[in-house]
């Protein structure tokens, strides 16, 4: 089956450093993949969607600036957190579903767990 | 805008009885689809049912099968047999068959299957 790759799955750094997130479609190509943000014990909010060679389409409320995306290519897209701070601690997973599969579920990765000093 | 509530938090019960988790969602559209998804302790997220909302006939895969009310905006998940992998995050998700095509998450179900 499909098979969505995130890296890494943890990352712990200093306050303001920025860290970026990537995730990969490992065996299909994927034109739109999203990004979400879960906190402890809470539901998967959608940050972003990830539009390959374009702009990405933000949530209200999520600053752009602070959350940069590319989707340079069809298998790869990526979120980074620029000058990262504590509140930015949280699980991050990105999902993508197949180009032209309209009908089909989305695939997730693992998640990445952030948490910042 | 679409919305999805679960209204049930948590959720406990025995080994091998059978569990109906709740979901209610609010749309205009006439064409989406509902996904329940399972995610354990582990939190990878994994797809546990899916329902068109065209179609009339309930689905089913093995012990997990859904109750879709489309005039009462209802889809329910139902598991028998319950096991002690069962144990999990359940969410349940709506997608318009258009656009964007983003995932709206309830707000979750907290089950836990006791042996």
């Known amino acids: 089956g499909a098979v969505v790759s995130q890296h890494p799955s943890w990352v712990i750094c200093k306050s303001g450093t920025s860290v970026k997130i990537e995730c990969r479609s490992l065996?299909?190509?994927?034109?739109?993949m999203f990004w979400y943000r879960q906190f402890p014990k809470q539901s998967l909010m959608l940050m972003a969607t990830?539009?390959?060679?374009?702009?990405?389409?933000?949530e209200q409320g999520v600053e752009k600036d602070k959350f940069l995306i590319n989707h340079a290519s069809l298998t790869l897209s990526t979120l980074t957190v620029t000058s990262a701070h504590p509140e930015d601690s949280s699980f991050y997973i990105c999902?993508?579903?197949?180009?032209?599969?309209?009908?089909?579920?989305?695939?997730f990765g693992d998640g990445t767990r952030l948490s910042i000093l | 805008a679409q919305t999805v509530t679960q209204s049930q938090p948590e959720m406990s019960v025995q080994e091998a009885e059978t569990v109906t988790l709740s979901c209610t969602y609010d749309?205009?559209?006439?064409?989406?689809?509902l996904f329940w998804y399972k995610q354990p302790p582990s939190r990878q997220m994994i797809l546990v049912i899916r329902?068109?909302?065209?179609?009339?006939q309930n689905a089913t895969e093995n012990r997990f099968s859904v109750n879709f009310q489309k005039a009462a905006k209802s889809f329910s998940l139902k598991i028998s047999d319950s096991q002690l992998g069962d144990t999990a995050m359940y969410f349940c998700?709506?997608?318009?068959?258009?656009?964007?095509?983003?995932?709206?998450f309830g707000q979750g179900t907290r089950l836990t299957i006791n042996p």
């Open positions: 998700a709506f997608r318009v068959d258009q656009g964007a095509q983003k995932l709206v």
């Open positions: 065996d299909f190509q994927a034109t739109t």
């Open positions: 999902s993508a579903g197949e180009t032209g599969g309209w009908n089909q579920p989305q695939h």
């Open positions: 990830s539009n390959e060679g374009s702009k990405a389409t933000y």
């Open positions: 749309t205009s559209e006439n064409n989406y689809y």
């Open positions: 329902q068109e909302a065209y179609k009339q």
